[in-house]
């Protein structure tokens, strides 16, 4: 496992989109015999920062060792330009793994000084961190604020692995439930269309127990492919709605598109259509969204949400 849980690299840090809306806590920094430089801070019972010691049992951090901690960071210049705060990029506090053997100097050693409640300013040599945790170069616009990074920090909860990895399957599993019921929202308005599209232009359509649409244009002979079988295929592809079209095999030579048919080399839609030919079929392929490129569209010429139409012929398969 990395030893990051949250997606943090150092080119997603953005240069320099302004000043700190609140200076780093004044004071000394104390340092670690690895070099380094931290403040620690905790709030009162009136809510007010106060600054921390490190107590004789917050070294060697052991008990902690392989516990995941959720923090909010912000890394800033020693100027206090802020370069990236995740609370922006992320509502969420981001989970951190604290490894038995923390870099010496490195992000995962600063950050196991903190419990849950803590707050800091560390300060590290900017060409140092990016060598020890990000590994690469400092950007060039780091380097044009000098070779300090201050990083503030606001330590929230201390997991196990087990507890992390349960509170993270649950949302992933939160998460297919709502997008498989708004798809089945989606597939539903999709229908509505598709059944409007063929009333308009009195044609008959068939049905995929996975939901594509498929009109029959000329029978082919022989039987269907089946999966992972690789299937040539020409193509011609439409927005529903529109008419437009986004893509054809005459755009690429009239070339056949080959695939492995059932393995998700393709959208869905295609894999569930093409598995209803045979070998010279030629047929018009109806695809609700969900089953194509769904609510985020694809490039500038499919929006979201859209019904896909496909003229496609089965040219053979082996």
């Known amino acids: 496992m990395k030893r990051y849980l949250f997606a943090f690299a150092a080119t ?42 490190l107590a004789p049992a917050d070294a060697p951090y052991a008990s902690r060792a392989g516990h995941v901690l959720t923090v ?34 490195g992000m995962e050693e600063a950050l196991g000084l903190l419990l849950p409640g803590d707050s800091a300013v560390f300060r590290f040599p900017a060409d140092s961190l990016f060598a020890k945790t990000f590994h690469q170069a400092v950007p060039p616009f780091v380097q044009k604020s000098g070779n300090t990074l201050l990083v503030l920090a606001s330590a929230r909860e201390l997991l196990t692995m087990e507890a992390m990895k349960a509170r ?28 409007a599209y063929l009333k308009k232009n009195h044609a008959t359509a068939r049905k995929t127990p996975g939901g594509t649409y498929y009109i029959m244009k000329k029978l082919g002979t022989g039987v ?7 299937v040539r295929v020409l193509y011609r592809g439409t927005v529903l709605a529109t008419g437009q079209e986004f893509d054809s095999s005459a755009k690429h030579g009239n ?44 490039g ?10 496909f003229e496609v012929e089965l040219v053979d398969f082996k």
């Open 255 to 298: 070339e056949p598109i080959a695939f492995a048919l059932g393995t998700g080399q393709v959208i869905p839609g295609w894999d569930q259509g093409i598995a209803m030919l045979t070998k010279g079929s030629k047929a018009v392929l109806l695809i609700p969204s969900p089953l194509a490129y769904g609510a985020q569209g694809a």
């Open 168 to 195: 993270q399957e649950k949302l992933q599993a939160e998460y297919a439930q709502k997008a498989k019921a708004m798809a089945a929202g989606q597939m539903a308005k999709d229908d509505a269309q598709i059944q």
């Open 72 to 105: 909010f960071l912000e890394f800033r210049t020693g100027r206090d330009s802020v370069l990236m705060n995740s609370r922006r990029m992320q509502p969420a506090p981001q989970p951190v793994l604290l490894p038995e053997k923390p870099i010496p100097g």
């Open 12 to 53: 997603l840090l953005l240069p320099f989109v302004g000043k700190a809306q609140a200076p780093a806590a004044a004071g000394p920094f104390e340092r670690l015999p690895t070099g380094t430089e931290y403040r620690l801070f905790r709030k009162d019972a009136a809510g007010h920062y106060q600054a921390r010691r």
């Open 300 to 309: 500038a010429d499919i929006p979201a949400n859209a019904v896909l139409r």
């Open 224 to 230: 269907s492919p089946k999966t992972g079988q690789t």
